[in-house]
């Protein structure tokens, strides 16, 4: 049903970066990873809200040199750009009553670190559910 690619957040999002440290500190960053999600996702022309339950994939692709996240990281780094699918009105809602299951991996890209969030018959397709 859809796809969409960010770019991979700053490291002061990620949660091993954030433990111990003050909210404020990464506030900055937080804005401007915001306004990336919401621009890249007003760029694109989307249907109708996509109604839940909906099956949801984040997949974050590293290049190479780059530490891969431990899989619990993948909640931080989704957590903006699901923020802003649902403010753009992609989805309805981001709790599990709307978004079921959601999965969460890591790939290797050479060419484009990046991360990727899918729905739907996409989810079902690639991870055969």
Not at 36 to 46: A, E, G, P, T
């Amino acid at each position: 049903m859809g796809q969409i690619s960010f770019d991979l957040p700053p490291r002061s999002l990620r949660a091993n970066a954030r433990a111990g440290g003050h909210w404020s500190a990464a506030q900055k960053d937080k804005v401007a990873y915001h306004d990336h999600c919401v621009r890249v996702i007003q760029s694109i022309q989307w249907g109708p809200m996509t109604p839940g339950p909906v099956p949801v994939a984040v997949i974050a692709y590293y290049g190479p040199g780059e530490r891969m996240s431990d899989l619990s990281d993948l909640g931080f780094l989704a957590k903006v750009p699901l923020d802003c699918l649902v403010e753009c009105g992609v989805f309805q809602n981001d709790s599990p009553r709307f978004i079921k299951p959601f999965i969460a991996d890591c790939q290797r890209d050479r060419t484009w670190p990046r991360l990727t969030v899918l729905w739907g018959q996409d989810v079902k397709r690639r991870y055969g559910l």
